[in-house]
């Protein structure tokens, strides 16, 4: 069974910067990609930004290249999201996830979430 808990959200003026954490435990962490997915209120759920196992390989959705940047410590057992330059339209609740591949997944394992709200 793994375990997914974020944190690092809250409301922020645009322009401003957060940075998200994922702890994960419950399963050799460095053996998996991880992910980082947000939902808006009334939109799909995206994925924003994926990392490999071993932190090699990154992968972003266009809206955030540049601003976000996604990094692991797989001797904390953490994912990060570093946010910077942040929209109203970044607003949503993140959540990390576990999976397979960095650039396709699947994503099997999701933590509850943590809003980030960007006021303009």
């Known amino acids: 069974q793994v375990q997914l808990v974020e944190s690092g959200g809250g409301l922020v003026q645009a322009g401003g910067s957060l940075r998200l954490s994922c702890a994960a435990s419950?399963?050799?962490?460095?053996?998996?990609?991880m992910a980082w997915f947000r939902q808006a209120p009334g939109k799909e759920r995206e994925v924003v930004a994926s990392?490999?196992?071993?932190?090699?390989?990154?992968r972003y959705i266009d809206s955030v290249k540049g601003r976000f940047g996604i990094s692991r410590d797989n001797a904390k057992n953490t994912v990060y999201l570093q946010m910077n330059s942040l929209k109203p339209e970044d607003t949503a609740v993140y959540s990390c996830?576990?999976?397979?591949?960095?650039?396709?997944?699947?994503?099997?394992?999701w933590g509850q979430g943590t809003q980030v709200t960007v006021s303009s």
């Open positions: 419950g399963r050799t962490f460095s053996n998996y990609a």
């Open positions: 990392i490999s196992g071993r932190g090699e390989n990154t």
């Open positions: 996830a576990v999976g397979n591949y960095y650039f396709s997944g699947p994503w099997n394992y």
